[in-house]
């Protein structure tokens, strides 16, 4: 049978894939607002389980056609054992059609494109990439561990390995100031990776992180609905991009949107307008229905 250690998270796009544990925790874990792998200590997860798991798969999760590599950062494993279990998927799931990873910019910087390139030959076709923001500022108060430029190269090399991205911006993530600057600089990155998908979640304080303890002093500004339409406003303003898939379904924001850029832009920069301009009737998630 399939194990899991902790708590599991994925994307919501992979709500119907088996998902695999191939690393146990973030082998970065810096972030200040995830909490998602802190009680974990990171390690890659021994080649012959795997295979037992996934043996037991194939005999009981029949017709599999998507695979998720947990946990955070699956991506910084060895080419080798990635391949050795990419090749395992493959003879076991003849209908396999993708394996998707969270990538961190650290794991991406340490792959080179050549490696990135052949796994994606072999189903490792998809990254989950956290940008968070374009600011510098922000990205330094969150500990990202890179400047928007190393994200904007990390996109890049992604990209000439012609691996597909879903990238995620968090709105509210630099304060009430530097909104704006944090909206415009996130559109500058996103442009200059040009991804498959970008969404947005809101910047939510989790107890046990170091932003979760700003928050518990009351140093943690957290944006009214109405000023997070405007952030997103800005952002979706900015955007000139080709073919990109938007959403803002996941269950931190206050407004779920959809489109595909650059064509349905307008018609969302539009709405977020109406909202802004009559916010006392807008269809604004409630609290309760909110979580990460």
Same mark, same amino acid.
């Given at each position: &049978? ?36 802190? %009680? ?15 043996v037991w798969a194939g005999e009981h999760v029949p017709g599999v056609r998507k695979v998720f590599l947990a946990d955070g950062d699956a991506l910084v494993a060895k080419a080798s054992y990635l391949h050795r279990l990419l090749d395992e998927l493959n003879r076991t799931f003849p209908t396999l059609r993708r394996v998707s990873v969270y990538a961190s910019p650290q794991s991406i910087q340490v792959r080179t494109v050549e490696e990135m390139r052949s796994l994606r030959e072999a189903g490792l076709s998809l990254y989950y990439l956290g940008? =968070?923001?374009? %600011?510098?500022? #922000? ?10 430029? =190393? &994200? ?16 995620? @911006? ?13 909206? =415009?600089?996130? #559109?500058?990155?996103?442009?200059? @990776? ?21 928050? %518990?002093?009351? =140093? ?37 949107? #959809?489109?595909?850029?650059?064509? %349905?832009?307008?018609? &969302? ?19 309760? &229905?909110?979580?990460?």
């Amino acid at each position: &049978m399939i194990r899991y250690e902790g708590r599991m998270y994925r994307p919501p796009s992979e709500a119907d894939s088996l998902i695999l544990q191939a690393t146990i925790g973030c082998s970065y874990n810096e972030c200040t607002f995830c909490a998602m792998y802190r %009680d974990k200590n990171f390690r890659v997860r021994p080649f012959d389980e795997l295979r037992e798991e996934i043996v037991w798969a194939g005999e009981h999760v029949p017709g599999v056609r998507k695979v998720f590599l947990a946990d955070g950062d699956a991506l910084v494993a060895k080419a080798s054992y990635l391949h050795r279990l990419l090749d395992e998927l493959n003879r076991t799931f003849p209908t396999l059609r993708r394996v998707s990873v969270y990538a961190s910019p650290q794991s991406i910087q340490v792959r080179t494109v050549e490696e990135m390139r052949s796994l994606r030959e072999a189903g490792l076709s998809l990254y989950y990439l956290g940008i =968070e923001s374009g %600011d510098d500022q #922000a990205l330094e108060d969150m500990k990202k561990g890179v400047t928007a430029d =190393e &994200m904007i190269e990390c996109g890049r090399k992604v990209h000439e390995a012609g691996v597909r991205l879903s990238t995620m @911006i968090l709105l509210g993530a630099a304060g009430r100031k530097r909104s704006r600057t944090h909206a =415009e600089a996130s #559109a500058r990155v996103v442009n200059a @990776i040009q991804p498959r998908f970008v969404s947005t979640l809101v910047m939510s304080p989790v107890p046990g992180t170091p932003l979760g303890d700003r928050d %518990d002093r009351g =140093e943690f500004e957290h944006l009214t609905p109405v000023e997070l339409a405007a952030e997103l406003r800005v952002f979706l303003a900015g955007l000139e991009l080709n073919g990109t898939i938007f959403r803002s379904n996941h269950a931190s924001n206050y407004l779920a949107l #959809a489109g595909t850029l650059p064509k %349905d832009r307008d018609r &969302m920069v539009q709405a977020l307008d109406g909202v802004l301009n009559d916010p006392e009737n807008a269809s604004f998630r409630p609290d309760w &229905m909110r979580g990460l």
